[in-house]
């Protein structure tokens, strides 16, 4: 199982972020590798979201996220065709003059035996995390 998790400062108010953050629906414009997101029982407690991922292959999941309003967003997997394991939080911090304090949280285990399966796993969490933090920045700062 690969985990990863970081923090970085971004100068974009708290609230904007989070709503980039809970729009899944858009996920699709602006998240690298997301070609279709599904969104069910969307409520301003969370949402039920099954995600299209074309990585390094086509990769369905869905997901159970928990919203805590401007403050945390957080999931675990419901299923997923090579996903074990797929648990994850974002947890926002307001630094004050526009700037949030942000964490990413993130452990992924993929299904079966492939060769490189754990190599692939840490390119998922480790390569992809600060690349998709400021993906969601960048779409935070356009709100």
Do not use: C
Request: no cysteine.
């Amino acid at each position: 199982m690969a985990r990863a998790e970081r923090t970085e400062v971004f100068d974009v108010p708290l609230d904007k972020f989070y709503q980039a953050i809970i729009d899944y629906k858009s996920y699709p414009k602006f998240v690298d590798g997301v070609d279709s997101t599904e969104v069910s029982n969307e409520t301003a407690d969370g949402a039920t979201v099954t995600m299209n991922l074309n990585l390094i292959k086509k990769i369905a999941y869905t997901i159970k996220l928990n919203h805590k309003k401007n403050q945390e967003v957080n999931w675990s997997l419901v299923s997923g065709d090579m996903m074990k394991v797929n648990n994850g939080r974002w947890t926002l911090k307001d630094l004050g003059q526009a700037r949030t304090e942000v964490t990413y949280s993130l452990e992924v285990e993929l299904k079966g035996f492939l060769p490189g399966l754990g190599m692939i796993e840490k390119t998922l969490v480790n390569t992809n995390l600060p690349l998709t933090m400021k993906a969601f920045a960048k779409k935070a700062a356009s709100l």
